[in-house]
Each structure stands twice: as structure tokens, then as C-alpha cells.
């Protein structure tokens, strides 16, 4: 696996156009970005605005400084990442997992399974093909979920179609369109 050290100002924003394979993305040093995958980008280039990685072809981790904002166009496999600010991906493929996001996540459409936990706000604007798994969230809004949805200790939550089973535990403020398959819905303060 190859390795690749991109030293960043703080609060430093990245955009990635295409990652082909999976992407992992976690925390490391402040003030640096590590890119590691089996074949490294075709183009990576720092602007006044942001490091730009356009096009990777495999598998690509990334370890960035936790006050990093991620910007991503399209995922082609499973995205995992945890630890740092801000994250707004435009198309994933497969599954995502998201953990101890200090800022917003924002998600246009995921192929596969989504679990989040620890997350000061997630938005999925298109379409979940899968599952939810949401905990430990001050706000969720979802606008379609094709399979099931299981949500734990979440603020505020707005959902769009369930399509599948719909539960809900610790939530304070639920707005839901038509569940699919059962609803469970206990203690919950206020619904809509």
C-alpha cells in the first residue's frame, strides 16, 4: 500500500470526485492529510480552497485533522468515517457507517445499509436502498428508506416512506410519512 503526506492549514477542506473502491476516512495529526490505497490517486492537487483528490481507482483511506471538512462526490463501495468535523457525500454505492461527527453529515444517495451514531446532525436527501440503524443523534431527517429503520436516542427525527419495520426509542420529536411494515414507538414526546 502506498502512502502520501499532504501537510493543511486548520479547518482544512477536502473534495474528493471518485473513489471507485471503498473509502475509509478517520482522525490523525492536525495539520496533516495521509492518503493511503494500493493505487494512489490519479490527481491530487492543494488550491487556496481545499486539497482536491479527483479520481481514486481502488480502496483509499484517508487520516485527516479533526476540525477537516470532507466533500465527496460519488463513492462507489462502503464509506466509514468517524472523528472529525463535517461530511457531505453526494452518492455512495454500498454501505456507510458514520461515528463521533462533530458537525453535519449530509448524504444524497446510499445503495446499501446506513448506521450512525454520535452525530450532531444527519440529513439523507435521496434515497437509503437499506437499512437504518440511527443513535445518539440531536437531528435526523430521512427522506426515503427502503428496508427497516430502528432509531435510538435522537433529538429531533423527520422521515419520509419507511419502507420496511420503523422503531423508535428516546426520540423527543418524530415527523413520519407511511410506514411499510410495523411501527414500535414507545416513550416518545411528541409526534407528528
Same mark, same amino acid.
Not at 27 to 48: A, K
Not at 94 to 111: K, Y
Given at each position: 500500500m502506498?502512502?502520501?503526506t499532504?501537510?493543511?492549514?486548520s479547518a482544512p477542506r477536502i473534495v474528493i470526485g471518485d473513489c471507485r473502491g471503498d473509502l475509509e476516512i478517520t482522525?490523525?495529526?492536525?495539520?496533516?492529510?495521509?492518503?493511503?490505497?494500493?493505487?494512489?490517486?490519479?490527481?491530487?492537487?492543494?488550491?487556496?480552497e481545499a486539497l482536491v483528490i479527483e479520481r481514486a481507482a481502488r480502496d483509499l483511506e484517508l487520516s485527516v485533522p479533526s476540525d477537516a471538512e470532507i466533500v465527496i462526490e460519488r463513492i462507489g463501495g462502503d464509506l466509514l468515517a468517524r472523528d472529525f468535523a463535517a461530511l457531505a457525500v453526494q452518492s455512495v454505492g =454500498? /454501505?456507510?457507517? !458514520?461515528?463521533? @461527527? %462533530?458537525?453535519?453529515?449530509?448524504?444524497?444517495?446510499?445503495?446499501g445499509d446506513l448506521s450512525a451514531?454520535?452525530?450532531?446532525?444527519?440529513?439523507?436527501?435521496?434515497?437509503?436502498?437499506?437499512?437504518?440503524?440511527?443513535?445518539?443523534?440531536?437531528?435526523?431527517?430521512?427522506?426515503?428508506?427502503?428496508?427497516?429503520?430502528?432509531?435510538?436516542?435522537?433529538?429531533?427525527?423527520?422521515?419520509?416512506?419507511v419502507g420496511g419495520d420503523f422503531s423508535a426509542q428516546g426520540v423527543n420529536a418524530l415527523r413520519c410519512r407511511p410506514?411499510? =411494515? /410495523?411501527?414500535? !414507538?414507545?416513550? @416518545? %414526546?411528541l409526534i407528528h
Open positions: 502506498e502512502t502520501r499532504v501537510s493543511v492549514g482522525v490523525g495529526e492536525n495539520g496533516v492529510v495521509e492518503i493511503s490505497s494500493s493505487q494512489m490517486p490519479d490527481r491530487v492537487q492543494q488550491t487556496d =454500498g /454501505d456507510v457507517e !458514520l461515528n463521533d @461527527l %462533530s458537525g453535519a453529515a449530509q448524504l444524497g444517495r446510499v445503495g451514531s454520535h452525530l450532531a446532525a444527519l440529513e439523507v436527501s435521496d434515497r437509503l436502498n437499506g437499512e437504518l440503524r440511527a443513535e445518539s443523534i440531536k437531528q435526523l431527517q430521512v427522506d426515503r428508506i427502503d428496508g427497516d429503520a430502528d432509531v435510538d436516542d435522537v433529538e429531533s427525527a423527520t422521515f419520509g416512506n410506514v411499510g =411494515g /410495523d411501527a414500535a !414507538l414507545p416513550n @416518545l %414526546s
